[in-house]
């Protein structure tokens, strides 16, 4: 079994300001990936970054950047320069290989406001 | 990337009727997924959607609930059965392409 813990479930920010957003997951898995999603009020399911198990270095995409501590099995999501429309629910989520290909296991979610 | 499109986008239903929800991909693909957001809450996998077999259900859900139909490899449906006002959340399909989870925009359910 898989699971996703987010313990944050809401955070708050000021805009150009930098948060992080906490995660811990559980898998017997070796071979997984993990994602950050943002679901503005729209429902619409947003990938914001993915990061593959078997590589060490920390994926980043622009203001998105992740810290991955395998043996921890953390996986935090830091904005940097946030702004208005980073405001939204972010969620943690799981996928891994074997029976469970394709299958995402997604943690609590994460409010973040961010305020001017 | 894929693109997902979800019919309706939105419905208000009755209980004891039935919903039925459709999802179309511009990709071929092999499995298709169904997830369930209910209010204030994270998404948890309903089933998983083979073209040319059955469906495969994660616990707590039933085939008798939720029929799922995948007539071809761009396609599928979900049906939310004799509902009641519990059922009320968002259905979201999901497909897997070049390594990423692509979702539709969802559908949201209200059921009184």
């Known amino acids: 079994a898989q699971t996703v813990t987010q313990s944050q479930p809401e955070m708050s920010v000021q805009e150009a300001e930098t948060v992080t957003l906490s995660c811990t997951y559980d898998?017997?898995?070796?071979?997984?990936?993990l994602f950050w999603y943002k679901q503005p009020p729209s429902r619409q399911m947003i990938l914001v970054i993915r990061q593959e198990a078997y590589k060490q270095q920390n994926a980043t995409e622009n203001r998105f950047s992740v810290n991955f501590q395998k043996a921890a099995k953390s996986f935090s999501l830091k904005i940097s320069d946030s702004q208005l429309g980073d405001a939204a629910m972010y969620f943690c989520?799981?996928?891994?290989?074997?029976?469970?290909?394709?299958?995402?296991?997604f943690g609590q979610g994460t409010i973040l406001t961010v305020h001017p | 990337s894929a693109v997902i499109s979800q019919k309706p986008s939105r419905d208000i239903c009755q209980r004891g009727t039935s919903l039925t929800i459709q999802c179309q991909v511009d990709?071929?693909?092999?499995?298709m997924f169904w997830y369930r957001q209910q209010p204030g809450q994270s998404l948890t996998l309903i089933a998983t959607a083979n073209q040319g077999s059955e469906a495969t259900y994660e616990s707590g859900f039933v085939i008798d609930k939720f029929p799922i139909s995948r007539p071809n490899l761009t396609f599928s449906t979900l049906t939310v059965s004799n509902m009641s006002p519990e059922d009320s959340s968002i259905y979201l399909c999901?497909?897997?392409?070049?390594?990423?989870?692509?979702f539709g925009p969802g559908t949201r359910l209200t059921v009184l």
């Open positions: 898998t017997s898995e070796s071979d997984y990936y």
């Open positions: 999901s497909v897997g392409l070049y390594n990423e989870q692509f």
């Open positions: 989520a799981l996928r891994a290989g074997g029976t469970s290909y394709g299958k995402l296991t």
């Open positions: 990709s071929q693909v092999t499995m």
